[in-house]
């Protein structure tokens, strides 16, 4: 490649493709040890000297702005359509460009490479971070005692060093900016929680979240603790011992635990953080604990093949089902002949939450005509009003929505049940 330029830049940038050319197929089969060390260590140098100029002449292209020769919106977009390097690259060059020109000594320092690129970039990020109102004094000590943490580590650990440098250089004023500085980002964070989950249709549940510093640490040090080789070989002996039944104090040999890629392992550590949550421990909804409820025959508990269904709607297989009845945060319902419950579970919150969850499985939800609020989102009512002497029984209760039960106790309507065990609202005349 061939550049015919007056300015000094571009003949540089000439002559440096001259010598690449020199050297373009030369083996490096011949170069000793130390020879190869001292290559790469100085190409990594050259790299960042022309990263330096790269951003030299990005801040100047700016200025002229080249991004009018193809009307790009922008110059980031211009610098990726003609060097066909990503949109997310182009911008990071273009802020660091942006950065050095604010920071003239990491400018210098990349220059002379000193630093490399993600380095420079860190430090302009914690120099930019800083209060407005720092004096230059000592604006000018915390860049040069970040440039002098750059000589020995790296871009992540500057990115901690950066954000306490006060604490170095002005520990009168660290303290309180900092303070200042975590407030902010803690309510920041929280208002910028977000979950999101949805079914791929194939059996699972995706989903992506964003939470608090605080909150994902607390997460990441209990599903560590699920992933834990010691727990994974105790969680393997326990459940075998469900199956054949056969109690021993101690095995005599401890199986080997199987190693998986660690985001493998932390996602089965949160299956089974999500599978033996407390119930008791949870919020309540609808009068009854936040929990999944699992209704299955009583031929699937013993050893049936029919499937097991979830109180959102959902089906689960009947081995599934049954592992699932050894579980604390599932409360299982079993049917019987008829379909009627047997047992609801080992919950002992009175009599009202089996009862509750008995009408959730039979009534499945809200029983006004129409309406399609699930179970969690209902009262209990009494067919017989508890006003008048009437008693809490299952076959005499039903499921409503707020809205419905308001209506329901409302003089002004009446309501007539039908066949399905759905009620019907007439408005009275």
């Given amino acids: ?136 004094a000592v604006l000018e000590q915390a860049t040069t005692a970040l440039l002098e943490f750059a000589q020995v580590h790296d871009a992540k650990a500057l990115r901690v060093l950066g954000r306490r440098i ?73 459940r075998a011992t469900r199956v054949t039944g056969d109690y021993q104090d101690e095995p005599d040999e401890a199986p080997v635990p199987v190693r998986r890629p660690t985001a493998q392992r932390l996602g089965a550590a949160f299956v089974e953080l999500v599978e033996r949550l407390d119930p008791a421990a949870l919020p309540r909804a609808g009068g009854v604990n936040a929990t999944v409820v699992v209704t299955m025959t009583l031929e699937s508990l013993q050893d049936g093949l029919a499937a097991a269904t979830l109180d959102t709607g959902g089906r689960v297989s009947a081995a599934t089902a049954r592992r699932l009845a050894c579980e604390a945060g599932i409360v299982p319902v079993v049917l019987g002949g008829r379909s009627e419950p047997l047992d609801v579970g080992r919950s002992q919150r009175l009599f009202t939450v089996p009862q509750r969850l008995a009408l959730g499985v039979r009534d499945g939800g809200c029983t006004a005509k129409g309406c399609d609020a699930p179970p969690a989102m209902c009262h209990a009512h009494h067919e017989d009003f508890w006003c008048r002497d009437g008693h809490t029984k299952v076959e005499r209760g039903r499921l409503l929505c707020p809205y419905h039960h308001r209506r329901i106790h409302d003089p002004e309507y009446e309501t007539e049940v039908g066949g399905d065990n759905q009620v019907t609202f007439h408005r009275r005349t």
Avoid at 13 to 40: G, I, N, Y
Avoid at 198 to 203: A, V
């Fill in 166 to 238: 006060l604490d170095v250089v002005a520990p009168e004023v660290g303290e309180a900016w900092e303070a200042e500085l975590l407030d902010r980002e803690e309510r920041e964070a929280e208002k910028s929680s977000v979950f999101r989950m949805r079914e791929d249709g194939h059996g699972r549940i995706r989903g992506s979240f964003t939470v608090p510093l605080l909150v994902g640490q607390v997460l990441e040090r209990a599903l560590l603790a699920f992933a834990a080789p010691k727990h994974q070989v105790a969680t393997r002996a326990t």
């Fill in 1 to 136: 490649m061939s550049t015919t330029a007056a300015h000094p830049i571009g003949s540089a940038v000439a002559r440096a493709h001259a010598m690449l050319d020199e050297v373009a197929e030369v083996s490096a089969w011949s170069m000793s040890q130390a020879e190869t060390a001292q290559a790469l260590v100085e190409v990594a140098r050259l790299e960042a000297r022309w990263g330096e100029v790269r951003s030299r002449l990005l801040e100047h292209a700016e200025t002229v702005g080249v991004q009018e020769r193809n009307a790009s919106p922008s110059l980031a977009v211009w610098h990726s359509n003609v060097t066909r390097t990503t949109k997310r690259e182009s911008f990071r060059q273009v802020r660091l460009a942006e950065g050095l020109a604010r920071h003239v000594p990491v400018r210098e320092a990349l220059g002379r490479g000193d630093l490399v690129g993600e380095q420079a970039s860190v430090i302009c990020t914690s120099l930019d971070a800083l209060p407005d109102d720092l004096a230059p």
